[in-house]
């Protein structure tokens, strides 16, 4: 039987909620309590509006309207130019392929990538601002600061991570050492007159690590971001870095730098015969320090946007062309489920809490 708008079923027969206020007030007539039995009735219809109502809110939240329908922008706490700006930027514009909408990335850098962290957390939580985080942003950040304006744990919501990434021990080749056992013993020869750079607080704590196993006496001179880094080596403000693969591997091509090791075991296609620095230097507390990249959105945003983005990223990075294109620049493609980057960095808090605490490192 097809109803009428607003029309039901009572006792086999069509009515609507007019018809029994029509029934009550001739009812009214004949039977002293029916003003009571229609107030019930009025009552019955309201608290059935009020909980459609309720169950259309609930699903409009769990299920949003077609996202996304307007641009996408995914904030860069970087300069342009390093290794989560050239993998945002791939990821960028696989998305607005998909989906048919522009997705913009904006690079706001400063403050070890507090300052973007900051802005986005205070974002509507839409899916229409995410946040290209890395180990610095939601890790290092978190342990080596006092006064951060933002709790990598409550303020964001995890989508996915997204890369793990080689960072590399490189000197310039015109008047660098050829080994790493040549760089330790001109430093040892040399004690407080060489000095490092690094351009965020994981490559700075691998340089610390290092330096303190290898029992070395060296600066360190700070940058903001990959790209100043590797300018300050080239430029002779520095005698070796450790930074991103991505930066370093066009200099490192084109003979201006030379790597002298790897910071994991993980392969780097784009340069096979660079050991893991653990091994060169016979070391083994440098065995695995690895960089990493992941996308978030402000807290409170809706499951299904969620799930979405993270499966885009997934499907995008199971198309071998991409990931050969990340490889060749030294970014390693990996995606996770939400729940699976919010373990992971929770695990990534205990890992380094204790060398930070050692190391006195502060960011304030």
């Known amino acids: 039987m097809r109803l009428a708008h607003g029309q039901g079923i009572l006792n086999g027969m069509p009515h609507s909620p007019i018809a029994l206020q029509k029934r009550s007030g001739e009812n009214c007539q004949r039977k002293p309590s029916c003003e009571k039995h229609g107030l019930m009735i009025r009552r019955a219809i309201a608290l059935a509006i009020s909980a459609a109502l309720i169950m259309g809110t609930a699903a409009a939240q769990e299920q949003p309207a077609v996202f996304p329908t307007r641009p996408v922008k995914i904030v860069v706490p970087f300069p342009a130019g390093g290794p989560t ?13 998909i989906w048919g909408q522009p997705v913009v990335v904006e690079n706001q850098p400063g403050a070890n990538t507090a300052i973007g962290a900051a802005r986005v957390a205070k974002t509507p939580a839409d899916g229409y601002t995410l946040l290209a985080a890395m180990d610095v942003t939601l890790v290092l950040n978190p342990l080596a600061s006092s006064n ?28 660098g050492p050829k080994t790493v056992k040549e760089l330790i013993a001109r430093a040892k020869a040399n004690p407080g007159k060489l000095n490092y750079g690094a351009g965020i607080i994981t490559t700075r704590l691998a340089g610390y690590l290092f330096n303190r196993e290898a029992g070395l006496d060296v600066q360190y001179i700070p940058f903001n971001g990959s790209a100043p880094t590797v300018q300050g080596l080239l430029t002779g403000a520095v005698d070796y870095i450790i930074d991103g693969a991505a930066t370093s591997l066009p200099l490192i091509h084109s003979g201006k730098l030379r790597a002298l090791a790897k910071l994991n075991s993980r392969p780097l296609p784009a340069l096979p015969e660079v050991r893991p620095l653990a091994v060169e230097a016979a070391i083994p507390a440098l065995e695995d320090i690895s960089t990493w990249i992941g996308l978030v959105a402000p807290a409170g945003t809706p499951r299904a946007v969620i799930d979405k983005i993270q499966h885009e990223v997934a ?29 992971f960095v929770r695990k990534e808090l205990d890992r380094w809490g204790e060398v930070v605490k050692e190391s006195r490192i502060r960011l304030n």
């Open 148 to 175: 951060l304006s933002y709790d990598p744990l409550k303020d964001f919501a995890p989508i996915t991570l997204a890369s793990k990434n080689t960072s590399l021990l490189s000197v310039r080749t015109e008047d």
């Open 315 to 343: 499907r995008m990075y199971a198309d071998p062309i991409i990931a050969e294109r990340l490889e060749r620049a030294g970014i390693t493609a990996f995606s996770s489920t939400p729940a699976e980057f919010d373990a």
């Open 85 to 97: 700006d050239i993998l945002t930027r791939v990821i960028a514009q696989r998305l607005s392929e």
